[in-house]
């Protein structure tokens, strides 16, 4: 037993410091959604204005007030940031301080569960804890910048409240935390509704009583927030609607083959290779002991959720995040799973198979971790800072013609949250090359895939710190562009 809380420590402590130093340098860089979300953290803290001059979806193009998603999340961050020492990356540490916490209730879960279930301990358990936990790590999506980071910790919070049903107050808390989900993300709230529906139904405790606990403790929540925030709820509404039209409704389907987009996404991605696989495996695991216990309304909540999770998440595979938002619960499900085997209450006649193919399963889903880590230690000697991009915008803002703007890619808003009067990124002023209000072009090196600097029709490259090489680690190829804030720089003929 001490040997299973050791593991769960020894290995925790080493992410909390391997990830609070990827922090610190910034590492990853923000893919293109964090745009969306983050930077209104900073105006938060600065201008006390829950606003997004960089993003506001075309739903207040004067003031950009962040109306197209519930506000927790740049709260929360603005909130954490607030309390850290001023530092480069404090927007990267404050999402990594939550994804801890969010790590740190789910491994109790999982602690709990091994020490209230396990028959046997041995170097079998052991061995998949390991593995286990660092599969885990992969699933810190802390580059994506939504809110589903702050979901994670919702979720967990919500499976370990779960772990202890027999406390009287647990549909309260229940209630809060969906309230809580609901101001943060619409869609893992409803994933968060259906599965507390069907938890009540499975413990044969759908009653009036329990249900109206639950409500009690959404609208404690939801009361509270509709007094403090800043705008009309009516506007958040049509915000919502709005945005809600454009990103899930009316979405083209992503382009090209979407059976590879699939295949890029939930199978060969290099952040969780074949988790696709993983999910399967919990899913029908759960529905094997739903339909084996006979737990008929149950197992029709699960069809309902996975129909949201297929709809949400699968109309346009880009929208992945909808899918892993529950992957601390799919986690989970594959360690009930495994316990449940080496009980020899399932598999009965297959237990080292089923030994051997979860361990080879969870092994690939958490090489995009060792990966990560590897591309960081392995490109350090040439790593390019925030700050000399800031150099840049401040040297190229004193060329600035009367009325021109700087444009920057999704990655580089970082470096010039204060200066929105004239720099824009691409979800503002449309194609860059086509647009007469832009000066200056600044493309990132990052996430673009390009070794060398692109020519750009109608603009003259004038700088370029591009890396003309891929990051290797023993002389292999472990990524495609060095993971820092080098860029090119381009001025309008």
């Given at each position: 037993?001490k040997?299973?809380k050791?593991?769960?420590?020894?290995l925790?402590?080493?992410?909390?410091?391997?990830?609070?130093t990827?922090?610190?340098?910034?590492?990853?860089?923000?893919?293109?959604?964090?745009?969306?979300f983050l930077?209104t953290s900073?105006?938060v803290?600065h201008?006390?204005?829950?606003?997004?001059?960089?993003?506001d979806a075309?739903?207040?193009?004067v003031?950009?007030?962040?109306?197209?998603y519930?506000?927790?999340?740049?709260?929360?961050?603005?909130?954490?940031v607030?309390?850290?020492?001023?530092?480069?990356?404090?927007?990267h540490l404050a999402l990594?301080?939550?994804?801890i916490c969010?790590?740190i209730?789910?491994l109790?879960?999982?602690y709990?569960?091994i020490i209230?279930y396990?028959?046997?301990?041995?170097?079998?358990l052991y061995?998949?804890?390991?593995?286990?936990?660092?599969?885990l790590?992969?699933?810190?999506?802390?580059?994506?910048g939504r809110?589903e980071?702050?979901?994670?910790?919702?979720i967990?919070?919500f499976?370990?409240?779960n772990?202890n049903?027999t406390?009287s107050?647990s549909n309260?808390?229940?209630?809060?935390?969906?309230?809580?989900?609901a101001i943060?993300?619409p869609?893992s709230?409803?994933?968060?509704a259906?599965?507390?529906?069907?938890i009540?139904?499975y413990?044969?405790d759908?009653?009036?009583?329990?249900?109206l606990?639950?409500?009690?403790?959404f609208v404690?929540?939801?009361?509270?927030?509709?007094?403090?925030?800043?705008?009309?709820?009516?506007d958040?509404?049509?915000?919502?609607i709005?945005?809600s039209?454009?990103?899930?409704?009316?979405r083209?389907?992503?382009?090209?083959?979407r059976?590879?987009?699939?295949?890029?996404?939930?199978?060969?991605?290099p952040f969780?290779?074949?988790?696709?696989?993983?999910?399967?495996?919990a899913?029908?695991?759960l529905f094997?002991?739903?339909?084996k216990?006979?737990?008929l309304?149950?197992?029709l909540?699960?069809i309902?959720?996975?129909t949201?999770?297929?709809y949400?998440?699968f109309?346009?595979?880009?929208m992945?995040?909808?899918?892993?938002?529950?992957a601390?619960?799919?986690?989970f499900?594959?360690?009930?799973?495994f316990?449940?085997?080496?009980?020899?209450?399932?598999?009965v006649?297959?237990?080292?198979?089923?030994?051997?193919?979860?361990?080879?399963?969870l092994a690939?889903?958490?090489?995009?971790?060792?990966r990560?880590?590897l591309v960081?230690?392995s490109?350090?000697?040439?790593?390019?800072?925030?700050n000399n991009?800031r150099?840049?915008?401040n040297?190229l803002?004193?060329?600035?013609?009367?009325?021109?703007?700087?444009?920057?890619?999704?990655?580089?808003?970082?470096?010039?949250?204060?200066?929105?009067d004239y720099?824009v990124?691409?979800t503002?002023?449309?194609t860059?090359?086509?647009?007469?209000?832009l000066q200056?072009?600044?493309l990132?090196?990052?996430?673009s895939?390009?070794i060398?600097?692109?020519?750009?029709p109608n603009y003259?490259l004038?700088?370029?710190n591009f890396?003309?090489?891929?990051?290797?680690?023993?002389?292999?190829?472990?990524g495609?562009?060095?993971p820092y804030?080098?860029?090119?720089?381009y001025?309008?003929n």
């Amino acid at each position: 037993m001490k040997s299973i809380k050791y593991i769960f420590i020894i290995l925790l402590a080493l992410y909390a410091i391997l990830s609070v130093t990827f922090a610190i340098h910034s590492y990853p860089l923000f893919r293109q959604d964090a745009i969306c979300f983050l930077p209104t953290s900073y105006f938060v803290n600065h201008h006390n204005q829950l606003i997004n001059p960089l993003y506001d979806a075309g739903i207040d193009i004067v003031n950009h007030k962040f109306l197209f998603y519930p506000p927790l999340f740049p709260y929360v961050i603005a909130l954490v940031v607030k309390l850290l020492p001023s530092s480069l990356g404090e927007t990267h540490l404050a999402l990594t301080i939550i994804s801890i916490c969010g790590l740190i209730i789910l491994l109790l879960c999982a602690y709990i569960y091994i020490i209230r279930y396990t028959k046997k301990y041995s170097y079998i358990l052991y061995a998949f804890t390991g593995i286990w936990i660092v599969t885990l790590f992969s699933f810190n999506e802390i580059y994506e910048g939504r809110p589903e980071i702050l979901c994670d910790f919702f979720i967990a919070c919500f499976l370990l409240n779960n772990l202890n049903r027999t406390k009287s107050y647990s549909n309260y808390i229940n209630g809060i935390i969906i309230g809580l989900n609901a101001i943060t993300s619409p869609i893992s709230t409803i994933y968060l509704a259906i599965i507390t529906i069907g938890i009540l139904f499975y413990f044969n405790d759908f009653k009036l009583k329990t249900v109206l606990q639950t409500i009690i403790g959404f609208v404690i929540i939801f009361s509270s927030f509709s007094i403090i925030y800043p705008y009309h709820l009516i506007d958040l509404y049509h915000g919502l609607i709005k945005h809600s039209t454009n990103v899930v409704v009316n979405r083209a389907s992503a382009g090209g083959d979407r059976l590879n987009w699939f295949k890029s996404i939930y199978l060969v991605t290099p952040f969780h290779p074949m988790v696709g696989v993983t999910f399967i495996i919990a899913i029908g695991y759960l529905f094997y002991i739903l339909m084996k216990q006979k737990k008929l309304i149950t197992t029709l909540c699960f069809i309902l959720l996975l129909t949201a999770v297929g709809y949400f998440a699968f109309k346009n595979v880009m929208m992945a995040y909808n899918m892993y938002v529950l992957a601390y619960l799919y986690m989970f499900l594959i360690l009930v799973f495994f316990v449940e085997i080496i009980n020899k209450k399932i598999f009965v006649n297959y237990t080292n198979t089923s030994f051997i193919v979860l361990f080879l399963l969870l092994a690939c889903n958490s090489i995009g971790f060792v990966r990560t880590a590897l591309v960081f230690t392995s490109t350090q000697d040439k790593e390019v800072s925030v700050n000399n991009l800031r150099k840049d915008i401040n040297m190229l803002s004193k060329k600035l013609k009367n009325g021109k703007k700087i444009y920057i890619t999704f990655s580089l808003w970082p470096s010039c949250l204060d200066k929105t009067d004239y720099v824009v990124s691409n979800t503002v002023l449309g194609t860059p090359a086509d647009n007469p209000l832009l000066q200056y072009i600044i493309l990132q090196q990052s996430n673009s895939g390009q070794i060398t600097a692109p020519e750009i029709p109608n603009y003259t490259l004038i700088k370029s710190n591009f890396i003309p090489d891929n990051p290797k680690f023993l002389n292999f190829k472990i990524g495609n562009t060095y993971p820092y804030y080098q860029t090119a720089i381009y001025e309008r003929n």
